[in-house]
């Protein structure tokens, strides 16, 4: 059975695609983003397998 570890990440708008490429680039994968909690910076939760 896979198992799986997760991240929570703030994201800046200005620099959203760096941020993702940088964590994709160490084997997360963007699962969805929310709203952040003051409703202006959204936040990613991403998966990759667990090691």
């Known amino acids: ?13 200005h620099a959203t695609k760096q941020i993702l490429d940088q964590w994709g680039d160490d084997g997360w994968e963007l699962v969805q983003v929310f709203p952040g909690p003051n409703g202006t910076n959204p936040v990613a939760y991403l998966k990759r397998e667990k090691q």
């Open 1 to 13: 059975m896979t198992k799986w570890e997760y991240a929570t990440i703030p994201l800046i708008i």
